[in-house]
């Protein structure tokens, strides 16, 4: 059963390193990958088939007719993002990855994360790790601590997304032992100290933000 999904949309996505990692991403056996709405054209550019469109049409002209698709309405009160997610979860599937869903439009960008947090509530969704130009967001719950490789002096952000207490980390210059997070720039620009940190939560939920070298 499939249970990793990967959503691309149509934030700005020019950064070389990251479009080739997302392209090896896709690379993998057993997941869904998704053209969420302008995603396609990513999809095209890679010369890799999507197993499945969702979207409204505004960003695309035309889906294949070899390509599975889910039309939306133009007028709605939710993005295509929101909608693919929802299917996913139809699906059964646990891990969400996302590209080129941030950056771009502010709005835009709030409401991709908005969206993904929202959908951690809902029980289906586990595990969410989202991926853009110029920085990579994992969400960090009690079902799911992180373990992230990194190098020595890379620059690591946390921010208490909901309510996070009880966080510990390790690996960083200025480390948390059961803490609560306070909310607002309390975790910015923290960096690595080894060449793994890792990063757990009691309740609530951590941002975790690694900006694109460069």
């Not at 920085?135 to 992230?148: D, R």
């Not at 990194?150 to 948390?176: C, K, P, Q, W």
């Amino acid at each position: 059963m499939i249970r990793k999904a990967i959503l691309v949309g149509a934030a700005p996505f020019k950064n070389r390193e990251a479009r080739s990692r997302l392209k090896k991403s896709l690379a993998q056996k057993n997941i869904l990958r998704v053209a969420v709405d302008g995603g396609l054209e990513i999809f095209r550019a890679l010369k890799i088939q999507p197993d499945l469109y969702v979207g409204d049409l505004d960003s695309v002209r035309r889906v294949p007719p070899q390509i599975p698709a889910v039309f939306l309405p133009h007028e709605k009160d939710y993005s295509d993002l929101r909608a693919a997610i929802e299917i996913c979860c139809e699906m059964s599937i646990t891990y969400l990855e996302a590209w080129a869903v941030t950056g771009g439009r502010a709005d835009h960008h709030w409401a991709s994360i908005e969206e993904l947090t929202v959908s951690l509530s809902s029980g289906a969704i586990h595990q969410i790790e989202a991926h853009g130009d110029d920085a990579t967001f994992i969400w960090v719950t009690p079902a799911c601590p992180l373990k992230l490789k990194t190098s020595s002096g890379n620059v690591i952000s946390l921010f208490n997304l909901r309510a996070a207490s009880g966080v510990t980390t390790r690996g960083l210059a200025y480390n948390l032992a059961s803490a609560d997070l306070a909310s607002g720039s309390h975790g910015l620009s923290n960096f690595a100290r080894a060449k793994a940190v890792q990063v757990a939560v009691k309740k609530g939920t951590v941002l975790v933000i690694v900006p694109a070298a460069g």
